[in-house]
């Protein structure tokens, strides 16, 4: 009985209502003692510890997640019943007049069970369906009190629980993690004074300027309505249709084709806020700010043709990412960042910093980190945390606003109001993931779904019946809108327009450009040509071309080149001929290399090959040099299993080349032993796992008689001396130098990518 009592600690329901001080029915027959509290179940530890403000989360402070142990179910112990509590005594077969007689009307059993599961599936995202989440913590460094009330931000070492949504743009619910595409980076604070939700992008610029056109962008890059084709891609006609006509788009188109849209992990992407918002202090004084997210582990992508094998061998790639850094105890961590400027500054800036297709260079305005957010619990259910969350712009907190930024506006309404179809009905905010921690009281009653039982007979307000409550907060708790200046309305009252800076389309798409190393531009050009060679319509080709050469003459020839385009169309006409000069013209920070990470080697993933009689005692030592790293080196063999080695003893294959191919790993080890090596050259999936290796510059290590493994796989050795000698992540290990190829390969792991080896088209 005490095992039981201990199972069902975690046990949800309603508890004291039910007169079981645990919330649980007991077992007929069975007197249990119920335990005296719910579990605590923080995550939080002293890992969370921060060197910044040298404070430590306290255990317990994740105070999301006591309450919702009211609604957690643990089914151990527990017998089957209906959704009514009748316990069911016969789960297999329905209720028939015989046993080869007819189905009874009569069986509410298997109606309740079969009805319930007709209504499972509730409408996906219209866009960011497939996505992913995890709950952690945000941590401020420093008291921002100065620009804001908000309370993330009123101490150091304050610690607000979140929650973080990472998801795709175009693809459906089911679709795959690796298609080249935005990144929603969505991050719910349960902050004291209410839910802050942070709805931002991995890229800080957006397609379009108004919310006006967001159904239309949105239609063009789904898949087209004919033939529902294609899934998880902007690589057709309607999308390159719809964007080589809106100028506006080009700088963000720029971002979409780098490597930025294929990110190697949840945990090494940045995140935007894009829009430009306002803190606002206690006196009622407001700046602008910008927010960016960075991930501590350093910006890293994949490569185009990784991405696309990944997403056959492994749709859930950034998805099983994130679930086994969290598990393994490697939390994803970001350091927030703002851009903090005021009004009269930003009237002096060459752009609009309400037009969501500029950025404010960070040469211009630096970046001020004002604390880190980890994440570091897997939610328990998705549906009910990941699928249910629902993020709105209009989420904001005492102490943070918004600017007129024209497509901020239009989000603020669309949020809410997608949520009443997807979740059912206005009372989402109910649901366990979207409750604030901060107390609920209004007179807003009843709708689908409603959870809260409201006493009293009061549900107005000014009442005097119930004492007046629940009153005005009034200013001092309260929100209140910036009360901000809104000039040039007399002269030109009503309009549908735009302000002129706005028409400047392309100075800052040359910025980013501009500001990539030749690697990162050569893939631009690249994803450009792959992108546009998917395009069946001429003209739409042209169209883009022709634009790309407002922002780079260079850009465009190479990709007129890559598309057989000869001669190159005339530069699409200017909206605005004469922009103002703009203050930075080439921005180191805009490349993924500018943030290369802590170096360490966390969450990243090596391929050890094996098969029998393998030299088992270099991999060993590697496995227990990658775990210190906090790597993971997986013996990846013919196949899965035991396998005797040459010294006689035994190894486990816990992946086999078929199940796990080599694009799925960070980096490679080829082993030594004649015997595992004669088999390996005779098994074609080696020479595949090599060709991926090299092909995607990844780190590689050679031990002893694999050697000829590479040349059998065709690793031009002979053509370049550089190749074998460090710098380009190919190491082979000499006789006797095992433990420094260690070394040099770990060096090389850390670097993550080496593209001097890289070539269009590729060699092997
Ligand atoms: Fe949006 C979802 C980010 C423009 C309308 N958007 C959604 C999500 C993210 C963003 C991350 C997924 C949230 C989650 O994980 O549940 N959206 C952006 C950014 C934008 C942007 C960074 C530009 C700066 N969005 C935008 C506009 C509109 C919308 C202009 C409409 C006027 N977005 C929606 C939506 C979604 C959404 C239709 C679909 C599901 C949802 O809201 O909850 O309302």
Redesign the pocket.
């Known amino acids: 009985v005490e095992e039981l009592a201990a199972a069902m600690d975690n046990s949800a329901n309603k508890a004291a209502e039910h007169g079981f001080a645990n919330g649980t029915r007991p077992l007929a027959g069975t007197t249990v003692t119920p335990p005296s509290r719910l579990p605590g179940g923080s995550t939080l530890s002293e890992e969370n510890s921060s060197e910044k403000t040298g404070s430590v989360a306290p255990e317990g402070t994740n105070s999301t997640i006591e309450p919702l142990d009211r609604v957690r179910v643990d089914s151990t112990g527990r017998v089957l019943t209906t959704n009514q509590g009748v316990a069911v005594a016969d789960n297999q077969n329905s209720l028939k007049y015989g046993v080869r007689g007819p189905a009874l009307l009569e069986d509410f059993i298997l109606r309740e069970k079969i009805t319930h599961f007709d209504h499972e599936r509730i409408p996906e995202?219209?866009?960011?369906?497939r996505?992913s989440?995890a709950h952690g913590f945000f941590e401020c460094y420093e008291p921002l009190t100065d620009i804001t009330r908000a309370a993330p931000f009123q101490a150091a070492g304050k610690v607000t629980p979140v929650f973080v949504?990472?998801?795709t743009?175009q693809g459906e619910r089911g679709s795959k993690d690796t298609a080249r595409d935005?990144?929603?980076?969505?991050v719910k604070f349960y902050t004291d004074e209410g839910n802050w939700d942070l709805?931002?992008?991995n890229?800080p610029?957006?397609f379009?300027q108004d919310?006006m056109?967001?159904?239309d962008?949105?239609h063009a890059v789904k898949p087209e309505p004919h033939h529902q084709m294609p899934q998880a891609a902007s690589a057709h006609d309607t999308f390159w249709d719809f964007v080589s006509l809106m100028p506006e788009s080009t700088h963000m188109l720029m971002w979409v084709m780098s490597d930025r849209a294929i990110p190697r992990s949840y945990a090494t992407m940045q995140g935007?806020?894009?829009?430009t918002f306002r803190m606002v202090n206690a006196e009622g004084a407001s700046v602008f700010v910008k927010f960016h997210w960075s991930p501590v582990a350093g910006t890293h992508s994949l490569v185009w043709d990784e991405a696309v094998k990944i997403s056959g061998a492994d749709p859930d790639f950034h998805r099983r990412d994130l679930w086994e850094r969290i598990e393994a105890g490697h939390y994803p961590e970001y350091e927030l960042a703002l851009q903090v400027f005021t009004e009269e500054q930003a009237e002096q800036f060459s752009f609009d910093i309400l037009d969501?297709t500029k950025i404010i260079p960070e040469e211009l305005v630096p970046l001020r980190p004002v604390g880190r957010m980890v994440l570091n619990r897997n939610p328990d259910n998705f549906f009910a945390e990941t699928e249910q969350?629902?993020?709105?712009?209009a989420h904001v907190v005492p102490g943070i606003d918004f600017s007129n930024d024209p497509?901020?506006a239009?989000?603020i309404?669309?949020?809410v109001?997608?949520?009443i179809s997807?979740l059912g009905g206005p009372n989402f905010h109910e649901l366990p993931i979207n409750s604030p921690i901060a107390q609920v009281h209004n007179n807003q009653r009843d709708g689908m779904h409603r959870q809260a039982i409201h006493r009293g007979r009061v549900s107005y307000e000014p009442n005097s019946l119930a004492g007046g409550c629940p009153f005005q907060a009034g200013a001092a708790q309260g929100f209140v809108s910036v009360p901000a200046r809104i000039r040039a309305d007399e002269e030109q009252g009503k309009v549908r327009a735009k302000p002129e800076k706005f028409a400047d389309h392309y100075t800052q798409a040359r910025l980013f450009y501009e500001s990539q190393t030749p690697v990162e531009q050569c893939h631009i050009a690249n994803a450009f040509r792959f992108e546009l060679s998917k395009v069946t319509v001429p003209a739409v080709r042209e169209r883009t071309v022709a634009m790309l050469r407002n922002a780079s003459e260079e850009l465009a020839m190479k990709v007129a080149d890559g598309l057989g385009m000869d001669p190159m169309p005339a530069p699409l006409p200017l909206a605005l001929p004469d922009p103002a000069t703009p203050e930075v013209t080439k921005s180191p920070a805009l490349s993924l290399m500018a943030r290369p990470g802590d170096g360490t080697l966390r969450g990243r993933k090596v391929a050890l090959i094996v098969a029998p009689g393998v030299e088992a005692e270099p991999l060993s030592a590697l496995q227990a040099a990658l775990l210190e790293h906090g790597a993971v080196g997986r013996l990846v063999g013919p196949r899965i299993g035991a396998m005797a080695t040459a010294g006689g003893d035994v190894v486990n294959a816990d992946a086999s080349m078929e199940n796990e191919p080599g694009f799925l790993f960070d980096g490679l080890v080829l082993p030594d032993g004649a015997e595992a090596v004669a088999a390996l050259a005779q098994d074609g999936h080696t020479a595949e796992f090599i060709k991926d290796q090299f092909r995607h510059c990844k780190p590689m290590l050679v031990l002893g008689a694999s050697r000829e493994l590479l040349t059998h796989a065709g690793v031009p050795l002979a053509m370049d001396k550089s190749l074998v000698q460090g710098g380009t992540g190919l190491i082979i290990a000499e006789e006797g130098q095992e433990a420094a190829a260690i070394e040099a390969f770990l060096e090389a792991m850390a670097k993550h990518r080496h593209f001097g080896r890289e070539m269009d088209p590729p060699l092997i």
């Open positions: 995202r219209i866009v960011h369906a996505g989440g949504r990472f998801s743009v935005v990144r929603g980076f969505a709805v931002g992008n890229i610029v957006f379009i919310a056109k967001f159904p962008l949105v935007f806020g894009v829009h969501a969350v629902a993020f709105c712009t497509l901020l239009g989000r309404h669309s949020y109001d997608t949520q997807r």
